[in-house]
């Protein structure tokens, strides 16, 4: 079956860290770039962080630039999100995705979402 898995989701107190992980199963991931969104309730989709399929070049929404990382591990099939400094209202579900390019809007492929709870 072809799909992304993300993990890593949790209750954390705010000013903690969390390492989200997306994993694809049945496919191989270097050939996609890998885009992480988040949902919180009653919000819409916001687009957090890309990396190229190379992973030279990665993207960052304004509101957690300087504090969240996005990596990657070809050989492991897997891209990471690192967040750190995290704040109530980074709380939400947490998504993975991928696309040919940062730029495609289009997602061949998503992952069912990991939640992260920010709360003291």
């Not at 993990?7 to 390492?19: A, D, E, R």
């Not at 995290?86 to 939640?115: F, M, N, V």
Request: charge should be positive; include cysteine; hydrophobic fraction near 30%.
């Amino acid at each position: 079956q072809l799909q992304l898995v993300e993990s890593g989701g949790g209750l954390v107190q705010p000013g903690g860290s969390l390492k989200l992980s997306c994993a694809a199963s049945g496919f191989t991931l270097n050939y996609y770039a890998i885009s992480w969104f988040r949902q919180a309730p009653g919000k819409e989709r916001e687009g957090v962080s890309c990396i190229s399929r190379g992973g030279r070049t990665t993207n960052y929404a304004d509101s957690v630039k300087g504090r969240f990382t996005v990596s990657r591990h070809n050989a492991g099939n897997t891209v990471y999100l690192q967040m750190n400094s995290l704040k109530p209202e980074d709380t939400a579900i947490y998504y993975c995705a991928a696309s040919s390019h940062c730029s495609k809007r289009e997602y061949d492929y998503w992952g069912q979402g990991t939640q992260v709870t920010v709360s003291s």
